[in-house]
């Protein structure tokens, strides 16, 4: 059909304009908690190890990972309570939040014998954003009601203001705080973008795409939803692996349906499985070798049926629906780590779900509106664009998934 190849020539263009697509192996983010007690803010700050890393370029060398993160810190976060500057009182303590992630503790001392309810709280925070210009900080700041305040802090804005009965200078109500939160989180999300691009690359037409993204909500509303109130717990990242896996394995059906040499094509993604099973065994590889194993059954299992998928919208709902459930966890990893409101779980887990849907919806929109734009001008692109776009599309989703793996 004309529009798929509009579509195609569309994924080209956007992949081949994002100089930083393989590089952002995961987005650049970190978490904060605060509280108050008395005239002391305690805190604690959550970051991945791997962000860590990207440090001494500003920092210089240090003897381990917690001394680098400690002098960042120390440097790049500042408290006011009315204008007036407070100290950082003592050293950071680190936490064992789970492997790869450092968590610290540290507090702010200011002048006040107790902060009131009327004082006007300022958290500026600098970190990370030298190295990570689209580094996204989420806050949280507990006020002397006890209704917290959400905060998204990015390079573009980096101060957090609130004034500590709990009413915040910039966010109205935790409804559009985590309506923003789950837009911001979808759409600076590429694994997840790249994956709804492969979505497009298999569907048949308008009424595909539909069936295609409807499993896909389905199964990442499900998955979410159990993450962030604590009935499942998933292993990040194990999930943030397995993320680029499905989009690899989805992006590899896109170039068998336009390309001979299926058994060829399926003996190279078997023999790279089997090197990974093999060095799992070896101890090189974190990841299990009967999940791997499991893995390449599943493969097998799937891309054979991947000719009926493509007629057979009910069983295209199913298995977009299961690969949405482990998409579904990547997306809760925000809530784990900044928390859901006690007294408003419901309303920001459905607030937050609504804003990864409507940030979806968007991209979605912005994908028709230039295939409608191609479309005007009579852009004419070959077949073979169609089979570059699922080969690059499949060697992103398996740099991330090996990429990741070694990480875990």
């Not at 960042?72 to 303590?93: G, M």
């Not at 905060?151 to 935790?174: H, I, M």
Request: with cysteine; glycine share 8%.
């Amino acid at each position: 059909m004309l529009i798929h190849t509009y579509l195609r020539f569309l994924l080209v263009f956007l992949l081949l304009c994002s100089s930083s697509l393989v590089d952002a192996h995961s987005r650049s983010q970190s978490f904060s908690r605060w509280s108050i007690d008395n005239n002391r803010l305690d805190f604690t700050f959550t970051v991945s190890a791997r962000e860590i890393t990207r440090l001494p370029q500003v920092e210089g060398n240090h003897s381990s990972l917690q001394a680098l993160l400690d002098n960042h810190l120390r440097r790049s976060i500042s408290v006011s309570i009315n204008e007036k500057a407070c100290v950082f009182k003592q050293p950071l303590t680190f936490l064992e939040p789970g492997k790869g992630l450092l968590r610290a503790e540290g507090s702010f001392l200011c002048d006040q014998t107790e902060i009131k309810g009327e004082d006007e709280l300022k958290i500026t925070n600098h970190s990370f954003f030298t190295v990570a210009p689209s580094h996204i900080h989420y806050a949280r700041i507990g006020a002397l009601n006890e209704m917290p305040a959400d905060f998204v802090l990015s390079n573009a804005r980096r101060e957090a203001k609130l004034n500590l009965l709990g009413d915040s200078v910039e966010v109205s109500n935790s409804f559009l705080t985590y309506l923003a939160l789950g837009v911001e989180h979808i759409l600076l999300g590429a694994d997840h973008l790249i994956f709804v691009l492969t979505l497009l690359l298999v569907s048949r037409g308008w009424r595909g795409v539909i069936w295609l993204i409807s499993g896909f909500t389905l199964g990442h509303s499900l998955t979410l939803g159990l993450a962030a109130t604590g009935v499942l717990i998933p292993n990040v990242p194990v999930i943030e692996a397995l993320i680029g896996f499905t989009i690899a394995l989805v992006a590899l059906e896109a170039y068998l349906l336009r390309q001979p040499g299926y058994n060829g094509v399926l003996g190279i993604w078997a023999a790279a499985l089997l090197v990974m099973i093999i060095a799992s065994l070896m101890g090189t590889l974190s990841l299990s070798s009967l999940a791997l194993a499991g893995l390449l059954l599943f493969s097998f299992a799937y891309l054979r049926l991947s000719q009926q998928l493509t007629v057979n919208f009910h069983l295209h709902l199913v298995m977009t629906g299961f690969f949405g459930l482990i998409h579904g966890f990547g997306f809760a990893n925000v809530l784990l780590e900044i928390g859901l409101p006690e007294e408003q779980t419901l309303l920001a887990l459905l607030a937050f779900n609504l804003g990864v849907e409507a940030g979806q919806l968007a991209f979605l929109g912005a994908v028709l509106l230039c295939v409608l734009l191609c479309r005007k001008v009579r852009v004419e692109i070959h077949q073979p664009f169609a089979t570059a776009t699922a080969s690059l599309l499949c060697g992103i989703g398996i740099y991330w998934f090996v990429e990741r793996a070694l990480s875990i």
